[in-house]
């Protein structure tokens, strides 16, 4: 889309020097707007990602090699009742996942690393996670590993299933009252 450089006449080593300095701005210039397009895409990306960490209903925490967290989303945040400046480099399973559930999680996050590997993908698992308080309560958890230019990272997605346990429950306790109860329920 830009001009060419304009071959005037006379002496033809001078007309060849003006038209290669008229060539190297244009290069600058087209490699000028192509960083500016490419800063400005980056941005609009990064944005974008944001919003999307910002507004996701569940929990999405993104954790290196070594577990430590790197990223805590808004609702992860109201979940687990920690501001994100106070996670970040803090380890994931002892900070978010009860006792019980540390060591599958470990075996979870090298599975995740294989299963990438094999092609298999969408994980789910069920554990106990930890709130501030100390409180447990019961999560559904999908890792996805991210391979990133030099290191690779792991995006952990949470789920508060306490809801559909205590449905669960309520199901069962409804179920078993008609079996054990002395007269019949039409």
């Known amino acids: 889309g ?6 005037e006449r006379g002496n033809q080593l001078f007309v060849l020097e ?4 008229q060539f190297i701005q244009l290069v600058r210039d087209t490699r000028e707007e192509m960083r500016q397009q490419h800063e400005s895409e980056m941005q609009e ?26 990223e805590f989303n808004h609702t992860a945040e109201l979940t687990f ?3 994100r400046d106070h996670v970040i480099g803090r380890q994931f399973s002892s900070l978010m996942l009860d006792i019980s559930s540390r060591q599958s999680f470990a075996t979870h996050l090298e599975q995740a690393l294989g299963a990438e590997s094999a092609g298999a993908s969408d994980l789910r698992y069920e554990m106990m996670a930890m709130k501030a308080q100390e ?25 508060d299933i306490s809801n559909r346990r205590r449905a669960e429950q309520e199901i069962r306790s409804l179920a078993r009252f008609a079996s054990e109860s002395p007269n019949p329920i039409l």
């Open 2 to 7: 830009a001009k060419q450089p304009v071959m």
């Open 18 to 21: 003006d038209w290669i300095r």
């Open 45 to 70: 990306s990064e944005m974008l990602k944001q919003a999307i960490m910002e507004t996701a209903l569940d929990s999405i925490i993104t954790i290196d090699l070594k577990g430590s967290i790197i």
């Open 81 to 83: 009742g920690y501001h």
């Open 135 to 159: 409180y447990s309560f019961p999560v559904e958890l999908s890792i996805k590993p991210v391979r990133l230019k030099n290191r690779t990272a792991f995006t952990v997605y949470l789920h």
